[in-house]
């Protein structure tokens, strides 16, 4: 069955900083990926989705996905994090019919 | 673009008594409609995929029966919790794919989610 996997329940970086929250997936088929951030009571908002193409894909609010085919890994990266880029973080994988979704990532961004 | 709203955003309810959620595709058309449930700290649960004019299609172990999905035009689908008990308390969340060509077609928009306790 084709999953994501997100090895890190909590990720903590200093404000300033660049951050990286990591996402792999298993080898099977071409793989649609997704992130999705999630703050406190809030739904789901769309941050980027791969398809195919370029391995570094542009997302919403400075956010940017590194696609490595040889590692099975979609890692969300920030150049510069912010305090209130604090939330929980989840990669999907999937198409519009159907997601599955990592267990998530807990990014806090320390002042 | 791609707004999606749920009503209510929290509900409080005794044992015994249904409760209805709606979502709504504000600003695009959605054939399919996702209903997710979300527990404390875990990831998004998917209960039941509605598609606009049939029957849900329901995740094993998710009770059709309890949880009644209608999904009546292109922009609503609702979810009834019919004689909720505690254990029933949880965050909602409905998600919808835009009908429309392109990007905004191939991915799932989700609403603000729906906090139901059940005293």
């Known amino acids: 069955a084709q999953s994501v996997a997100q090895p890190e329940d909590q990720v903590n970086v200093a404000e300033g900083n660049p951050l990286t929250v990591k996402c792999t997936y298993s080898v099977s088929g071409n793989p649609y990926l997704f992130w999705y951030v999630q703050y406190p009571n809030r739904g789901l908002q769309f941050l980027l989705k791969y398809i195919t193409g370029d391995n570094l894909v542009k997302g919403s609010y400075g956010f940017e996905a590194e696609f490595n085919k040889s590692q099975t890994s979609c890692h969300l990266k920030k150049p510069s994090a912010l305090v209130s880029d604090s939330a929980l973080y989840f990669c999907a994988r999937g198409s519009a019919r159907q997601l599955t979704f990592g267990s998530g990532t807990q990014l806090t961004v320390l002042p | 673009g791609a707004v999606v709203s749920q009503h209510p955003s929290r509900v409080i309810c005794k044992s015994g008594t249904s409760v209805k959620i709606e979502c709504r595709s504000l600003d695009f058309q959605a054939t399919t409609m996702f209903w997710y449930r979300q527990f404390p700290k875990q990831s998004l649960m998917l209960m039941a995929t509605s598609n606009e004019g049939s029957k849900a299609t329901y995740e094993q172990g998710v009770e059709k029966d309890k949880f009644l999905i209608n999904h009546a035009s292109l922009t609503l689908s609702t979810l009834t919790v019919t004689s909720a008990h505690p254990e029933d308390s949880s965050f909602y969340i409905c998600?919808?794919?835009?009908?429309?060509?392109?990007?905004?077609?191939?991915?799932?928009?989700f609403g603000p989610g729906t906090r139901l306790t059940v005293l």
């Open positions: 998600s919808a794919r835009s009908t429309s060509g392109g990007a905004r077609g191939d991915t799932q928009y």
